[in-house]
């Protein structure tokens, strides 16, 4: 069971996606594999690719196994079509299970994702708040890069191959691997040992290894509230500062962009809440958080409510004829009452996984799992908006990428 929808299943298929999705399928179905790999990759998303290269630039035979006919497809959606690929401000605290992602990420996290990308080729920009993009601006220019190091360092790619079991078998893996294309059909694959890298959708693999797995459920997401006429404000932005509060008590605080939506609220304000929000909390809105109180009152005094506010919220905030300082007032204390996650498919990450305590920090193996590794969203590790997921992908990656990878070596 995935925690998030497939987007391929909700895609329109025009003509030529058609004939690219054959393309792709006849791509697929061509792949010989081996009868045993050193390190077999259970997912080709941003984690999985990451372990899949290091293993293999490792010594290690490496087989990525991606259900999608293409991999490295779920890096393309990232950052709006940008990949906001990292955060030049990574730091621990910043992640669900902090001491954890503190131990398997060290001192050197931002240096070696950097580095990471350095050497294939990719250069990297910053922007506000410290969110480091490719140059380029393209998704795909990410995708690209780390697919060509991979082929480079010959990982073999099984597209259109879901994983549906796995067993351990004395000391090696067998994988169960069904097709997700037309004519394909079913195969086994061994491994001398395994990276789970599937993402938000860990569970058959984790559970077939009798792994402790965290509830998964979605984060950074819209929230649905009530407390203003929303569908009058759809579209419009501010710079906010929020605190999410639950019987009086803060739950969390965030400042950022804030996106208002016919059903609540979006943004990084709202993505970042949504990791602890309730139905039934509520959130206390500052809509002028660069600007005290005293001061809003004496400049809306003196030139009403446009130098400060956005004209559809001040009328909104304003209405049964209120004064411009009364309005700015209001904008600084707007109490919203969450009634739920607005839209799960539009989650960026799922919260759960494989639990933080059955991993080894220094290798990321499972704890009674031998030659188990275990990346990315699969663990119970999610971090907040700003590239701090990815930079979470692309290290846990490289750890267990390069462990399993010495794993095989020491046997
Ligand atoms: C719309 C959107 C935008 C985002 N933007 C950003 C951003 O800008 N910055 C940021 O830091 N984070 C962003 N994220 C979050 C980020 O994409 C994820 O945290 C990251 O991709 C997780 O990497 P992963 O390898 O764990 O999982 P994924 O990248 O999801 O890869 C998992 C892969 O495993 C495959 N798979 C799953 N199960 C199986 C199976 N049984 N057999 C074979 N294959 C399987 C899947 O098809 C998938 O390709 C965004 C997420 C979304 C949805």
């Not at 690219?20 to 390190?39: S, T």
């Not at 490295?72 to 990949?83: D, N």
């Not at 959130?283 to 004496?298: G, I, K, W």
């Amino acid at each position: 069971m995935s925690a998030r929808p497939r987007s391929t299943s909700h895609a329109r298929r025009t003509p030529s996606r058609l004939a690219r999705e054959r393309e792709l399928a006849a791509r697929a179905r061509a792949v010989e594999l081996p009868r045993i790999a050193d390190v077999v990759v259970l997912g080709a998303g941003a984690s999985g690719l990451a372990a899949a290269i290091t293993a293999a630039e490792s010594g290690a035979s490496v087989v990525a196994v991606e259900r999608s006919l293409e991999c490295g497809r779920s890096i393309l959606a990232t950052g709006g079509g940008r990949c906001n690929l990292a955060n030049a401000s990574l730091s621990a605290e910043r992640y669900h299970n902090p001491d954890f992602v503190s131990a398997v990420c060290g001192e050197s996290f931002l240096e070696d994702v950097l580095g990471f990308f350095s050497d294939c080729g990719l250069a990297v920009a910053e922007e506000e708040d410290g969110r480091l993009y490719p140059v380029t601006r393209e998704a795909s220019s990410v995708r690209e890069v780390l697919v060509s190091r991979a082929l480079k360092a010959s990982v073999t790619f099984a597209c259109g191959r879901e994983a549906t079991a796995v067993t351990e078998d004395g000391g090696s893996f067998d994988l169960d691997l069904a097709p997700t294309f037309e004519g394909g059909r079913r195969e086994l694959l061994g491994a001398r040992a395994i990276v789970i890298a599937t993402g938000g959708g860990c569970d058959a693999p984790a559970e077939c290894l009798g792994l402790p797995v965290v509830s998964p459920r979605p984060a950074l997401c819209p929230l649905a509230c009530e407390g203003l006429d929303f569908s009058a404000l759809d579209g419009r932005r501010a710079r906010a500062s929020a605190r999410l509060a639950r019987d009086g008590a803060t739950i969390a605080r965030e400042t950022g962009e804030l996106l208002f939506r016919p059903y609540g609220i979006s943004g990084i304000v709202s993505f970042d809440l949504s990791r602890n929000a309730l139905p039934g909390d509520r959130v206390m809105l500052d809509l002028l958080p660069e600007v005290d109180v005293e001061t809003a009152r004496e400049l809306a005094a003196r030139g009403g409510t446009a130098g400060l506010l956005d004209d559809a919220l001040a009328a909104q905030l304003g209405r049964h004829g209120k004064a411009a300082g009364d309005v700015v007032v209001r904008a600084k204390a707007i109490e919203l009452l969450v009634t739920g996650a607005a839209d799960e498919r539009r989650a960026q990450v799922t919260v759960g996984g494989i639990d933080v305590g059955a991993l080894d920090t220094s290798t990321l193996e499972c704890r009674g799992v031998p030659r188990a590794f275990a990346c990315g969203e699969a663990v119970d590790v999610d971090g907040a908006c700003g590239g701090f997921n990815l930079a979470w992908a692309w290290k846990s990656g490289i750890v267990a990428g390069a462990s399993a990878a010495h794993s095989v070596r020491r046997r």
